[in-house]
């Protein structure tokens, strides 16, 4: 996804997926368009990260900034909003609410699916806490690079509907690069390494998960897409880490042993 042209189409995924058939994507909403999802759950602090002493990497530069509101690519961002609204209440809206949560347990049930192996605490318990220390250090690279942009998010300014509450966040919290997208794509290159027979299922539901954000109306594509450049150099920099490297080597031991019990349960249509 790198110009305007391909972004309908990296939304597509997340869309086909949630909803059936094609021609009920666009439909009125069929429930109330202001989901109910804890944001306290979507930010859960995680266990202290593994870069103590920081990355030495430069969000902001790696990212650029985002596209200008009157730019092509700002006027596509904000079109895709647009339309995305119309998802309020479909299975693609669920599935948005449910990639909301950076806690844990929905991310390690639908990684879980993808990798064709439980992940969890208890399956798990070195490669659950790893990535969940990703996301403590996720944070040490967008968060400065949101402080430079300051890019409002999309439903600041209107009352159209978005997958979780309008907290104080929304108003507060930058729009671009996206968390969301950086984490799920790097959990997506992690367990891609430890789950290399189904790379192509992980790597695809870590785009999922940042689409998601655009499918919630809380991101634009653009910075879903910012966030995955981010997640890429995060992984880059912590394959440099000893510790970080010490628990991968746990985690492909706890994998194969997890996948020797048999598929995840609950995964179906999900």
Known sequence: MTR???LPAALAGVLLAGCSPVQDLFSPPKAAPYATSPSTASWTKP???YLKTGMNLDGALIVGPPPAPDSPRGKADRATFETTRKLAGTPAWDHAIADADLSG???F???S???GVTIGPEATPTLANLLLRMTDDAATLYQPAKAVFQR????VGNTRPICVPRE???ETDGSYPSGHGLIGWSWALVIS???PAHASAVLARGREFGDSRVVCGVHYPSDIEAGRYLGSALVSRLHQDPAFLADLEKARAEVAASRAKGAPAGCGAS
């Open 4 to 6: 305007n042209a391909l």
């Open 47 to 49: 266990p202290a990260g």
């Open 105 to 107: 347990a929905h991310g």
């Open 109 to 111: 049930k639908s990684f």
């Open 113 to 115: 699916c993808a990798a």
């Open 152 to 155: 409002p998010r999309p439903p």
């Open 168 to 170: 104080p966040w929304i």
């Open 193 to 195: 390494e430890v789950a």
